[in-house]
């Protein structure tokens, strides 16, 4: 079944996407051939966060992972309007499965993870504010499917960033895709 949903506009077109994921001589022996690709987009919820710290407040526009509530904050300059989105009709597109609640619970826990990082001894009086926006936005991927025989990984490629992701989105991607 397809449905339509609204997605942050592609900076990767599939060729593009077909180059990228074509292993180089060392990554297809240790993985095998590229055998497929595909696009899938995974659900973000928008918040406003407010952070108040020696009395100074920033406002930043934090996206939720929405499906598996484990990736890192999508940040965005601002709510991501129409010439920032489109719809598309997709099969491929992972089910929000993080409740508001949740998210809002679990995104407080890793700004506060990236408040410490940017500096845990400049923090005075530290305040955040989470107001999560009705805005459920699908960020866009790219996943290549490698392997010899039955044994399979996956590489996976954000579509508006142009960057690989990490251990945590195959992880991820690989539990949703076996479901």
């Not at 300059?77 to 489109?86: I, L």
Request: glycine share 6%; charged share 25%; hydrophobic share 45%.
């Amino acid at each position: 079944m397809s449905d339509t949903i609204t997605i942050l506009r592609p900076n990767v077109t599939r060729e593009e996407a077909s180059r990228a994921l074509r292993p180089g001589i060392a990554r297809r022996l240790a993985t095998g051939p590229l055998r497929s690709f595909a696009d899938v987009y995974v659900p973000f919820r928008v918040n406003r966060v407010e952070i108040t710290s020696g009395g100074i407040t920033r406002t930043r526009f934090l996206a939720f992972d929405a499906a598996f509530g484990l990736l890192d904050p999508y940040e965005l300059e601002r709510v991501p309007d129409a010439a920032q989105t489109t719809s598309v009709k997709s099969r491929n597109a992972v089910p929000t499965t993080v409740d508001e609640a949740l998210a809002a619970r679990l995104l407080a826990d890793k700004v506060r993870r990236l408040i410490f990082l940017e500096g845990f001894f400049r923090l005075r009086n530290m305040a955040i504010r989470i107001e999560p926006l009705p805005a459920i936005v699908h960020v866009p991927y790219w996943i290549g499917f490698y392997g010899w025989g039955e044994c399979a990984s996956i590489q996976v490629i954000d579509a508006v960033r142009r960057t690989r992701e990490g251990a945590k989105m195959r992880h991820a991607l690989t539990r949703w895709l076996t479901a």
